[in-house]
């Protein structure tokens, strides 16, 4: 059982920079792999980036390769995404998910956060 609570989100102009935080719950976050999605009314949830349970593994959709860093601090049972580089094309509710076991791109995640909204203003 985890909860999850995004943070870190506002109103930010073109080619600003924005760290998302997702603080969890729990006593074995470690076991945990950690996926951020983004979401636009209308939209579908896209997969944006995702760490595996160590932190060795991260993975990302192409748009946010370059741009975007996930990473995590099982100590403070907290992921961040450090977001560079921002584009109107990012505004976007974005999302944290987990899951036991390894990261996935699709929606099989057991946990999700609230999410936190990001706009992005030119």
């Known amino acids: 059982q985890v909860t999850l609570v995004e943070s870190g989100g506002g109103v930010v102009q073109d080619g600003a920079s924005l760290r998302l935080s997702c603080a969890a719950s729990g006593r074995t976050f470690s076991s945990y792999a950690v996926a951020w999605f983004r979401q636009t009314p209308g939209k579908e949830r896209d997969f944006v980036a995702g760490?595996?349970?160590?932190?060795?593994?991260?993975y990302y959709k192409e748009f946010a390769k370059g741009r975007f860093t996930i990473s995590r601090d099982n100590a403070k049972n907290t992921v961040y995404l450090q977001m560079n580089s921002l584009k109107p094309e990012d505004a976007a509710v974005y999302h944290c998910?987990?899951?036991?076991?390894?990261?996935?791109?699709?929606?099989?995640?057991?946990?999700w956060g609230q999410g936190t909204q990001v706009t992005v203003s030119s």
């Open positions: 998910a987990a899951r036991k076991g390894l990261v996935t791109m699709r929606h099989q995640y057991d946990y």
């Open positions: 760490i595996g349970g160590l932190g060795s593994n991260t």
